[in-house]
């Protein structure tokens, strides 16, 4: 099994900056696609960024020029830089990768980060 873990959220001013870390942890496997998403309470879960395998981004609209997406092949890891931060970015985010072992292909999420935005 692979484990995401995501890092990094916390409290920040409006204006503000903070980076997020998803590691995955595991043996025999390797990683195609990464994401952030983010659901807040009574919401559907949305893309905020993904990443292909050779570094390749897509934003959502709302993230366009303040977020961006990367990733270390070497340390499995996903980042996500988030600059002018607003508070309506508040919310949970989570960590999303495809997974292949051997001819397998499967989806892994992490568990969850909070930002919170605030004065």
């Known amino acids: 099994q692979v484990r995401l873990v995501e890092s990094g959220g916390g409290l920040v001013q409006p204006g503000g900056s903070l980076k997020l870390s998803c590691a995955a942890s595991g043996s025999g496997f390797s990683i195609y696609n990464m994401a952030w998403y983010r659901q807040a309470p009574g919401n559907q879960r949305e893309l905020v960024a993904e990443i292909t395998d050779r570094g390749t981004p897509t934003y959502a609209d709302a993230v366009k020029g303040r977020f961006t997406i990367s990733r270390d092949n070497a340390k499995n890891t996903v980042y996500l830089q988030m600059n002018s931060l607003k508070p309506e970015d508040t919310t949970v985010y989570y960590c999303?990768?495809?997974?292949?072992?051997?001819?397998?292909?499967?989806?892994?999420w992490g568990q969850g980060t909070q930002v919170t935005v605030s004065s």
């Open positions: 999303n990768a495809d997974i292949f072992r051997g001819l397998t292909r499967g989806n892994s």
